[in-house]
């Protein structure tokens, strides 16, 4: 796209054919068309960013985030409404979350669907589908008032699956096998009930982490999820089952085998891990044969550093509880591993993400 005139500001002007679809929504932008009414063909419509921000209720500089790195990209279509159902099962969405999905759908008639959400929907779209074959962590949009309504507490689920044909033709294009393609995309079920289970607190990460697997830059393999990128696959460890030593080894074997056959030009020397799984204080808690402990030794540890980026303690509170609000005195203790949290926290300690690798 050009560069806007100065004169413009933070006004988005853009040409719209209407009439026409492009991609998954009509362009009934949130200024200067009027609701309800769609201007003439060829008409030029310009979106005053500060006011989709308002109406969206988020900082401009996430709505001019999004307008930029989409720019004038395509987007994707939604799958049919009918087909959508099956989709969501594939997608390992359960029942209740397929259920509000299905009722904030997202036709053209709904008055769920305001202008504003209507032009982020499409522009998130085009924005994770411009960067397919990537695998930095990438967000989707600006994070939503989910309060308001299942349009506006899905809207990402509905990006991701518009990307789900454009993802999985990736695949094809790698060879990679269906069952591959449909494992890994499961994940949004497993994250959306996830998020359930959280009270709404978890999506927010999720919404990013997703982009990942819409892009084709990450793959269930097994017990792990493996991350492309540099030179040494990055590992992810979903809720699954228990991570026995057997289960990791199988899904690295696998991984030993799948990225120099799906994507030969790309060079791993290694597998790498950053988490508070290895984190060493968790040994002064932990059997020294136990599915952690264990993990933790095929790593050798980089010199650990204060992140910029995760809290270790509340990773540890989303990932052990579920929870980030839930004062330490009511948290679970069933397990070694709950009972070492809060322990470790109420001593007034703190969690240390770690980074570590070890050669394939």
């Known amino acids: 796209m050009a560069p806007l005139p100065p004169k413009l500001g933070r006004w988005i002007s853009r040409g719209v054919i209407l009439g026409e679809r492009t991609g998954s929504l009509w362009r009934d932008l949130p200024s200067g068309t009027g609701r309800g009414r769609r201007p003439p063909a060829g008409t030029v419509v310009r979106v005053d960013l500060d006011d989709t921000a308002a109406r969206l209720g988020v900082p401009v500089e ?19 409404k009918a087909d959508a159902p099956a989709i969501l099962d594939r997608l390992g969405v ?17 008055p769920l669907w305001t202008p504003e959400l209507r032009w982020l929907l499409d522009r998130s779209i085009a924005l ?14 600006p994070e939503l008032p989910r309060e308001r309504g299942p349009a506006w507490r899905h809207l990402y689920a509905y990006a991701y699956l518009a990307l789900v044909d454009v993802v999985t ?20 079920g497993r994250n959306l009930a996830i998020d359930r289970r959280m009270h709404r607190e978890g999506w927010p990460v999720m919404q ?14 097994g017990r792990l999820q493996h991350q492309r990128g540099g030179t040494a696959i990055g590992l992810h460890i979903p809720e699954s089952g228990p991570m026995t030593p057997e ?23 290694a597998f790498s891990c950053g988490s508070w799984l290895l984190d060493p204080q968790l040994l002064e808690y932990l059997p020294e044969d136990s599915n952690i402990a264990r ?3 095929r790593f050798e540890l980089e010199p650990y550093e204060e992140p910029e980026g995760p809290d270790a303690d509340i990773e540890v509170l989303r990932f052990v509880f579920r929870t980030l609000t839930t004062p330490l005195d009511q948290l679970p203790r069933r397990t070694v591993l709950q009972r070492a949290i809060v322990d470790h926290l109420k001593a007034g300690r703190h969690w240390h993400w770690r980074r570590g690798r070890f050669p394939i």
């Open 62 to 80: 996430d709505v001019d985030r999004v307008h930029r790195l989409a720019g004038d990209q395509p987007s994707a279509p939604l799958p049919a």
């Open 94 to 110: 359960r029942p209740s979350d397929a259920a509000e999905i299905m009722a904030g759908w997202p036709d053209l008639d709904s």
């Open 128 to 141: 994770v589908r411009a960067d397919l074959g990537g695998h930095d962590w990438l967000s989707p949009g």
């Open 169 to 188: 033709a990736y695949h094809r294009d790698h060879g990679i096998a269906d069952a591959v393609s449909w494992v890994t995309l499961a994940d949004l």
């Open 208 to 221: 990013s982490w997703l982009t990942l697997h819409a892009r084709g830059g990450v793959y269930e393999l």
């Open 247 to 269: 289960a990791v080894a199988a899904s690295l074997d696998e991984a030993r085998v799948f990225f120099p056959r799906h994507f030969p030009d790309e060079r791993y020397t």
């Open 295 to 297: 993990f933790q030794r």
